[in-house]
T-cell receptor
């Protein structure tokens, strides 16, 4: 079966760092995507990992360990606008995305 | 500007009524998808299409129907058989395949409610 787990909510202070973990068990693996979604809006693409290791993109970094079925998204120098839901999605053997329920990040002043 | 356009933004359905959600893309993507999002839940795949005139059921296809007569368009009909249609519906498109690093691109969504 398919299972993608993320924490439901995380709270952090402006300027701090937050790490959002994602564990997965899926039918095949062909890459992992992270999306950001503000309430009532479309998800927007943040990062993609297919090989083990860290991908860095400005304030956002994403890490993947395929052997552990584990990824994390690291948000540095948090800003108020980073308050949003962060979705972990795994592309399966057939090319479809399986999404986690999302992690709501709340940034406080 | 390339992108995905969903309409309408808000839609209300009466009991026993079918409603159709529009999705148009000008990204020249072969693949298109429909997802449903409920509060506190992830996106669940309703239908997807890899190519014109072909589509497949996703995880929650019951009570829904689609067509793909043109590459640019992938309308979703929520039929009266869908007993709990209130949700946020998202359309997406992408290059089809398992090796591309190109993500799915999403429209702004349609929020469907029951009157």
């Amino acid at each position: 079966g398919q299972n993608i787990d993320q924490p439901t909510e995380m709270t952090a202070t402006e300027g701090a760092i937050v790490q959002i973990n994602c564990t997965y068990q899926t039918s095949g693996f062909n890459g992992l995507f992270w999306y950001q979604q503000h309430a009532g809006e479309a998800p927007t693409f943040l990062s993609y990992n297919v090989l083990d290791g860290l991908e860095e993109k400005g304030r956002f970094s994403s890490f993947l360990s395929r052997s552990k079925g584990y990824s994390y998204l690291l948000l540095k120098e948090l800003q108020m606008k980073d308050s949003a839901s962060y979705l972990c999605a795994v592309r399966d053997s057939w090319g479809k995305l399986q999404f986690g329920a999302g992690t709501q990040v709340v940034v406080t002043p | 500007d390339g992108g995905i356009t969903q309409s309408p933004k808000y839609l209300f359905r009466k009991e026993g009524q079918n409603v159709t959600l529009s999705c148009e893309q000008n990204l020249n993507h072969d693949a298109m998808y429909w997802y449903r999002q409920d509060p506190g839940q992830g996106l669940r795949l309703i239908y997807y299409s890899q190519i014109v005139n072909d589509f497949q059921k996703g995880d929650i296809a019951e009570g829904y129907s689609v067509s793909r007569e043109k590459k640019e368009s992938f309308p979703l009909t929520v039929t009266s058989a869908q007993k709990n249609p209130t949700a946020f519906y998202l359309c997406a498109s992408s290059i089809w395949g398992t090796v591309s690093n190109q993500p799915q691109h999403f429209g702004d969504g349609t929020r469907l409610s029951i009157l």
